[in-house]
Each structure stands twice: as C-alpha cells, then as structure tokens.
C-alpha cells in the first residue's frame, strides 16, 4: 500500500526558505511512472495545488502554479523514494498545511491519491 | 486562469440526496473528481474520472459531469458525511480546485 509522509520545519522566518520532504513507501517511486505532487491548505481555507514532478526512468518534468511559480523548486530523488519543495522568501501568507500525494495526471485526467498525513509550516519571526 | 465554482454550503437531512455542484467553463470535456475532507482531516478522494469510486467508498457516493457541471451526489446521506467537498481538474498544465462546499447534514 503506497503510503506517505511529509516532514521539515513547522517554524519558518519571513523571507527565508520553507524546505519539505515528502518519503514514500510501499513502493518505489523509480518503478512508478508517475506524477508526485504538493498541495496546501491555509487555516480555514481551501485547497491549492504547488506544483508536480514526473518520474519516468531518468525523465523528469516539473510543474508548478502559475501563482507561485517564481519562488517554487519540486525535485526528487529515487534513491531515497523522496521528493522535496522548496518555497522561497516565504511571508505570513505562507502560513499553511502542506500535504503531498501521489499525483495521477494523464490526457484529460488529474487526481490525487494517496495524500501524506499533511504537515503544519507557521511563517513566523 | 480556469477557475471551478461550487457552493459554500449545502444542507441536507439525513437520509436524504445531497448534491454538490461544481461549474468551470466546459467542465464536461475533461474528466473531474472529488475529494471529502473531514475537519482535521486530510482530503481523501471519493470520486475520480467523473464517475468512479476508488475502492472503499461507499456506493451511495456518485459522480457525473457535462458541459459546465461536475456534479457529487450522496444517496442516503449519513451524519458521517459531514465534510468540506473539493471539486478539482486540470486546465493548461495547471491543477485547480473548487473552492469547496461544506456539507452540513441536519
């Protein structure tokens, strides 16, 4: 059963780096061809799609939103069936739960499933 | 940039059909799904492709989409129900989501 975790700092500072890990077990993510990707959810609020990776073999392809785009780096490594976000020059609007999931994303089709458990990251002073 | 619109809320008694609308400009030629998200919970996806339930959703969960409208459907809505709904798709290399419905059921 694919299943994974997030983990990396719940404190950040304004204007500094948000950096997350997201580690996936229960299957390899080099095996898998697939889409992985990051989502968040401030306090109260709804649901906003980062950015998502491709594996296949040794082709990558990342993509991100359009919003965030200019601050935002996803990579992955199959060695340690990882993958990672990096946010840059972080604010309090940062403030958020940052979750990843497997990303299915094929013509005409996009979902997410699995997702991690979700890991709180407070932009803060 | 293409935007998903769902209602802020919904109210249903229990036992009865919920429906969660879900609108975006030619919504029904590109394939839509639905996640629950209980509160403190993580959003679980209950419908994909429009239509389909992953395994372990209940049957009274279903799922349809043309034209404008992706549309959720719960049939005999329990109490457990009680969630925030998210309508999401794709357009342009871009993820979007709807910006939820809380379902209340009272």
């Known amino acids: 059963q694919l299943q994974l975790q997030e983990s990396g700092p719940g404190l950040v500072k304004p204007s500094e780096t948000l950096s997350l890990t997201c580690t996936v077990s229960?299957?390899?993510?080099?095996?898998?061809?697939?889409?992985w990707g990051w989502i968040r959810q401030s306090p109260g609020e709804g649901l906003e799609w980062i950015g998502s990776?491709?594996?296949?073999?040794?082709?990558?392809?990342?993509y991100y939103s359009p919003s965030l785009k200019t601050r935002v780096t996803i990579s992955l490594d199959t060695a340690k069936n990882e993958f990672y976000l990096r946010l840059r020059s972080v604010t309090a609007a940062d403030t958020a739960v940052y979750y990843c999931?497997?990303?299915?994303?094929?013509?005409?089709?996009?979902?997410?499933?699995?997702w991690g458990q979700g890991t709180l990251v407070n932009v803060s002073s | 940039s293409y935007e998903l619109t769902q209602p802020h809320s919904v109210s249903v008694s229990p036992g009865q059909t919920a429906t969660i609308t879900c609108s975006g400009d030619n919504l029904g030629d590109r394939y839509a799904c639905w996640y629950q998200q209980k509160p403190g919970q993580i959003p679980v996806l209950v419908i994909y492709k429009d239509t389909k339930r992953p395994a372990g959703i209940p049957e009274r969960f279903s799922g349809s989409n043309s034209g404008n409208t992706a549309t959720l459907t719960i049939s005999g809505t329990q109490a457990l129900d009680e969630a925030d709904y998210f309508c999401?798709?794709?357009?342009?290399?871009?993820?979007?989501f709807g910006g939820g419905t809380k379902l209340t059921v009272l």
């Open positions: 229960g299957d390899s993510i080099s095996r898998i061809s697939s889409y």
């Open positions: 999401q798709t794709w357009d342009s290399s871009t993820v979007v």
């Open positions: 999931a497997r990303h299915q994303w094929e013509p005409k089709v996009s979902h997410l499933d699995p």
């Open positions: 990776i491709y594996s296949g073999g040794s082709t990558y392809y990342t």
